[in-house]
């Protein structure tokens, strides 16, 4: 089998890349027999359309691509809109109808952000989208070019992504409780942490079972606020014997942010009920994740 990972220098993408590469951690995906290749910029760039193509190129007889790349700043979405169409949109069906002429299946990883977070249970794979802002608008509209240009392809959307490839808010906020004793996060907005070893297991699992096309949600378990996820950090760190000076986040209000350029969703926590159906795998708690990350990558 052979698979090529889009944004392999991304928190996603460098974690599938590092543990599909490893007979040791492969999971269902054997590493030893398997041939995993990355690329990332400037080999492949989501706004040069001439990599996509040379990347994906026939001759290479990828099995499977995994698009983990995208602009996933949320306020930059915002600011420049065209180029944030472009990569999420654009490039997103580009990569589908490529893999399309070379007979590839296609993962390409979505997000919670293209639901408006107004209902207060768990969203399953059928609710609709209905984004607040660009970026979560233009990666709904990737969405639908990717399943229209490649019906098989496996659009798989994530929250709220951690792991010791890239920096994400539960290393800035232990970096921070590591020389502070004051710390805060907003507590008015939930989701689900997703931890990127899982991901992985995840991803190769539907791999391996040569999962049908469609949507899937793919979280940890659960659901949690930013300050209900900082304290469970801190306490978890606590206990691991990190030195961190408070194990107390104070609570801020999403509204206060003043910060944010873009409107966030309220609430995006998904249910992976689809997921669960095909593989017969029911993903862990975020707590064991986020106990499971800090004690195997404890901050420096």
């Known amino acids: 089998m052979k698979i090529a990972i889009l944004g ?136 639908f070019g990717v399943l229209a240009a490649l019906p098989k392809a496996l659009v798989v959307r994530v929250s709220w992504v951690f792991g010791p490839q890239k920096p994400s808010f539960i290393d800035m906020l232990l970096s921070r409780a590591l020389g502070h004793d004051q710390i805060a996060a907003v507590a008015d907005k939930w989701s689900t942490p997703t931890y990127t070893s899982d991901l992985a297991d995840w991803l190769g699992a539907l791999i391996a079972a040569d999962a049908p096309g469609g949507i899937y949600h793919l979280c940890n378990a659960g659901a949690c606020t930013w300050r209900e996820y900082g304290e469970h950090a801190l306490r978890t760190a606590d206990a691991l014997g990190i030195p961190v000076k408070t194990t107390t986040v104070a609570p801020l209000k999403l509204a206060d942010m003043e910060a944010f350029v873009a409107e966030r969703p309220v609430y995006t926590v998904m249910s992976t009920q689809h997921f669960t159906a095909v593989t017969k795998i029911a993903p862990r708690p975020w707590e064991d994740a986020v106990r499971d990350y800090l004690r195997d990558h404890p901050p420096c």
Do not use: M
């Open 8 to 143: 392999s220098r991304g928190r996603l993408g460098a974690a599938l890349l590092k543990r599909w590469s490893d007979p040791a951690t492969a999971g269902l995906l054997d590493g030893a027999t398997s041939k995993i290749q990355g690329f990332a910029r400037p080999e492949f760039d989501l706004l040069d359309p001439k990599t996509i193509d040379r990347c994906l190129d026939k001759k290479k007889s990828f099995n499977w691509v995994i698009n983990c790349a995208a602009q996933t700043n949320v306020d930059a979405c915002e600011r420049q809109p065209e180029a944030a169409r472009l990569a999420n949109t654009v490039a997103a069906r580009a990569v589908a109808e490529r893999c399309a002429k070379i007979g590839a299946r296609l993962i390409h990883i979505s997000t919670d952000y293209v639901f408006d977070g107004r209902q207060r249970e768990p969203y399953d794979e059928d609710a609709s989208p209905s984004p607040l802002g660009i970026y979560g608008q233009s990666k709904a509209d990737g969405e």
